[in-house]
C-alpha cells in the first residue's frame, strides 16, 4: 500500500487500524469475565489422605486460600493433587490457572493431561490443541493429542498430526506408531507394518508397538510373523519409548507415591540425569525402604556418579531384602566393572546366571569382564550364549566379530561384524560401522574397507564423536597410502 493515500478512503483505512484494538479490547474483557467466574476450589476431605500426600497437598491449598487469583499458586495445588491422583479436584486447580494465565503452556497441558487421564477425550483433544497452539515445538503435548484424537475415532486427524510430526521428528517412535494405529484402522495394512516396523525399530523393546504389528500381521494371515512379534511382546508388555516429557516429570517430583518417585527415577535415568534419578529413588525409599527395586536401580546408578561406596550399600540392603534377585547381582556386576575391579564383577554375572540363566545381557557383559581379562575364548563363548538366545544382538556380533578379526578369522569376523549394524543405535553405529571397515582392510579388502571407513567417519562427524574422527582418519590415510600397492 501506497503511503500517500487518497482522502476518501483513508478514513476507512484508519477505521480498519482501530479492529485490532478493538479486538484487544474484547479479549481483555472476556479474559477479565473468565477470572471473576473461577470454579471454586475443590473440596477436599483431608483425613482421608495417606500422611505424607496429607502434608504436601494441605500446604498447598492453605496458600491457594491466601492467593486465590493467582495462577502460579493454584496451577501448583493442582499438580500436588494430580501427583497424588487427585485427577478430578487437580482439573478443577488447573482450570482457574488457566482462566487466570490463559497464555500458559503449562496450565494448559496439565488440564488437558487430566482430562485425558479421566477419559475425556474429546475435551481433552481441544484443550492439547491450544496447547500446541501456545508452543508449537513441545513434542510431548503434540503426541498426546494424536493418542486423544485416536482414542475419539478421530482417525484422519489424528493420521494428518502423526505425519506432520514426523516431518519435523522422523526418528519418533511414538509417532510412527500413532500413525500406524491411524493406518490399521482405516485398513491400510501395509501402511500400519511399515510404521509398527519402524517404532520397533527405533525403540526395539516397545512393547504395545510390537503387539500392533503380531494383530496386523495376523489380520494380514502371516501367523508365523505374527507369533514372532507377540513372543518380543511378552517380554516387554509396557515397555514405551521415554518421550522426555519435562512438564510430567515435574508433576511425578511431586508425588507421596513410592511408585510414581520409581517412574520418575526410571525416566531420568533414561535420559541420562544420573543425579536427579538417584534424588527420586532416594525419595521412593524415604516413603518405603523396603522397596528392593529401588535399591536394586540405585547399584548401577551410584557408580555411574563415581558414588561407589553408596552403591556398594546399595547392593548389600537389596541382598538382605532378596538373597536371590537376579537384577541384584547383574547390577553389582555393572558398579564392580565400573571401578576395573573385573574378576569381581565377572563372579557377579556368574551369580546372576547361576539364578536366571536368561537374564538378559548377563552373558555379554560376563564376556566383556572375560575380554577385559584376556581370556579371550570364555569371552566368545559367552557372546555366542547371548547370540543363541537372541541371535540379532547387535553388542555380541560387534564383540564376537571384533575378536574373531584380530585372530584374522576375517569371513566370519566380518560377518558378525556386519549384522551388529542391523540392530546398532545411533551412538553404537559410527563405531560398528569403522570396526567393519578396519576388518574389511586387514583382510585386504581396501574397496569395502574405504566404503565402510568413509561411512562411518560421516556418522561420526554428524555425531560430534571427534576422537573416532581422528581414529578413523588416521585408518583412512593408511588405506590410501598402501592403496596403490594393492
Not at 108 to 126: C, E, I
Not at 127 to 155: D, F, I, M
Not at 327 to 343: D, S, V
Request: with cysteine.
Amino acid at each position: 500500500m501506497s503511503y500517500s493515500l487518497r482522502a476518501e478512503v483513508r478514513r476507512t483505512v484508519l477505521g480498519f487500524l482501530l479492529w485490532p484494538c478493538l479486538a484487544s479490547g474484547a479479549q481483555y474483557l472476556q479474559s477479565r469475565e473468565a477470572t471473576l467466574a473461577l470454579p471454586e476450589l475443590p473440596q477436599i476431605t483431608f483425613d482421608s489422605l495417606l500422611p505424607p500426600a496429607r502434608a504436601a497437598i494441605q500446604d498447598s491449598y492453605n496458600t491457594a486460600l491466601a492467593r486465590p487469583r493467582d495462577a502460579s499458586t493454584n496451577g501448583k495445588l493442582g499438580m500436588v493433587m494430580h501427583a497424588n491422583n487427585l485427577l478430578t479436584e487437580a482439573q478443577i486447580c488447573y482450570r482457574r490457572a488457566r482462566s487466570l494465565d490463559p497464555g500458559s503452556l503449562q496450565w494448559t497441558y496439565y488440564l488437558g493431561l487430566t482430562q485425558a487421564d479421566l477419559g475425556n477425550w474429546g475435551d481433552a483433544a481441544a484443550t492439547l490443541h491450544e496447547a500446541v497452539r501456545l508452543n508449537p515445538e513441545y513434542l510431548p503435548a503434540q503426541l498426546k493429542l494424536g493418542g486423544c484424537l485416536l482414542a475419539s475415532g478421530r482417525w484422519q486427524e489424528a493420521a494428518q498430526l502423526y505425519e506432520a510430526i514426523l516431518r519435523k521428528h522422523p526418528d519418533s517412535a511414538d509417532a510412527h506408531y500413532g500413525l500406524g494405529r491411524a493406518r490399521a484402522v482405516r485398513k491400510d495394512l501395509s501402511g500400519a507394518v511399515v510404521s509398527f516396523r519402524k517404532a520397533c525399530a527405533l525403540f526395539p523393546n516397545f512393547g504395545p508397538a510390537h503387539y500392533a504389528l503380531a494383530q496386523t500381521y495376523k489380520r494380514l494371515g502371516k501367523t508365523d510373523q505374527s507369533l514372532e512379534e507377540l513372543a518380543l511382546y511378552d517380554r516387554d508388555k509396557t515397555s514405551m519409548p521415554n518421550r522426555g516429557d519435562e512438564l510430567l516429570d515435574e508433576i511425578w517430583a511431586l508425588s507421596a507415591n513410592p511408585q510414581d518417585q520409581m517412574r520418575l527415577g526410571m525416566e531420568l535415568a533414561r535420559q541420562g540425569k544420573f543425579a536427579e534419578a538417584v534424588a527420586a529413588y532416594e525419595k521412593s525409599l524415604q516413603m518405603d525402604p523396603k522397596i528392593v527395586e529401588a535399591h536394586v536401580s540405585l547399584v548401577p546408578l551410584c557408580g555411574q556418579l563415581g558414588q561407589f561406596a553408596k552403591g556398594e550399600e546399595h547392593f548389600q540392603a537389596a541382598v538382605r531384602l532378596d538373597p536371590k534377585g537376579s537384577a541384584i547381582y547383574f547390577n553389582h556386576g555393572l558398579l564392580l566393572a565400573g571401578q576395573g575391579r573385573f574378576e569381581e564383577a565377572e563372579g557377579a554375572f556368574r551369580k546372576a546366571l547361576e539364578i536366571n540363566p536368561l537374564y538378559p545381557d548377563a552373558h555379554t557383559n560376563l564376556g566383556y569382564m572375560l575380554e577385559a581379562q584376556n581370556k579371550l575364548s570364555g569371552a566368545m563363548a559367552e557372546y555366542r550364549k547371548t547370540l543363541e538366545n537372541n541371535p540379532t544382538d547387535p553388542q555380541a556380533h560387534f564383540s564376537l566379530g571384533r575378536i574373531l578379526v584380530n585372530q584374522e578369522a576375517y569371513k566370519e569376523g566380518i560377518e558378525h561384524l556386519q549384522k551388529s549394524l542391523s540392530g546398532a543405535d545411533k551412538g553404537s553405529e559410527p563405531s560398528y560401522l569403522y570396526a567393519l571397515g578396519a576388518a574389511y582392510a586387514r583382510s585386504g579388502d581396501g574397496g569395502n574397507g574405504l566404503r565402510y571407513l568413509l561411512q562411518a567417519r560421516e556418522k561420526a562427524a554428524a555425531r560430534a564423536q571427534r576422537k573416532l574422527v581422528e581414529s578413523i582418519e588416521e585408518d583412512l590415510q593408511t588405506l590410501e597410502r598402501e592403496a596403490p600397492s594393492r
